[in-house]
């Protein structure tokens, strides 16, 4: 069976959200990078690295919690449609539509930036499985949910990884809203999320002893100088990850340890730095169960399943959509 895919975003549009972006977070203080430009093919095969580290749980865990949970969820849905939001190479979703009902036509709608990554996927899921129906959507998940299809059955939609973290409170909210509109009556959304644990287990995870994700976190300046042309050194920035109790999130910065000036010449744009000034490149941030039922109450949805490993790292929280009933009595 073939597949389909909708273009909304291009490499042109990319290279001027990069610009715009870069132009914004390094022409400010503090200096900051969003965390999604890490993921080139280098920043990629790092994160691959990443995930197989004895110090990084999160995808174990995320993984024995499918494995587990799975077959139970799809049997209890029944979707006809599964939408997934920042899918890459749809790996961790393999178990869910291995769980369902063999046979049963079932349409799978991921979303994801990176067209080739979406392509590969695609193919392999449409050759192992016949009855499966891969309608994907090239865009960025915080701007382009709007071109989703319309469900043609029950929904679930999937936002796995915790990649929930990488974004702040404002930003969460508006995404939540936006996958609020995607559910009907008897849709279901199956959220991960990482959750405060120990700081000594929290801070290895971002800081292996192999030195992986230091190497991940300066590939983010050979992103810049590549699509920029810029002239940033990441062999002169540090790495650094800490938990930041207050705001319930690990942090990671580069940090230039002496005074340097780097160029981006495509925006004209000169960046000064001091020594021990930082570029923030991520935020990941790390929750509670109240702290997700808030979350997702704030974006008019209701917690209707939580399941986490069996020591308490991750969890995967099920929800609806808030009934106007349950609405009004939480603004009374």
Known sequence: MAYRIDTHVDARARREALAADVRRGLGARPRSLPPKYFYDATGSQLFEEITRLPEYYLTR???ALLEEWA???MRSLAPHDVVELGSGFSLKTRRLLAARER????RYLPIDVDETTIAAAADRLVSEDPALDVHAVIGDFERHLGHVPPAVGRRLVLFLGSTIGNLDPGARHALLTQVRTLLGRGDRFLLGVDLVKDVGVLEAAYNDAAGVTA??????????NRSLDADFEPGAFRHHAWFNAAESRIEMHLVSDAA????VRALGLVVDLEPGETIWTESCYKFTRASVEAMLEG???TLDGWHTDAGERFALALAVRATPAATAVRAA
């Open 215 to 224: 190497r991940f976190n300066r590939n983010i300046l050979e992103v810049v």
């Open 260 to 263: 340097q000036t780097a160029r």
């Open 103 to 106: 046979g049963v036509p079932l």
């Open 71 to 73: 077959p139970a969820l």
């Open 61 to 63: 865990a995320e993984a």
């Open 299 to 301: 974006a008019g949805l």
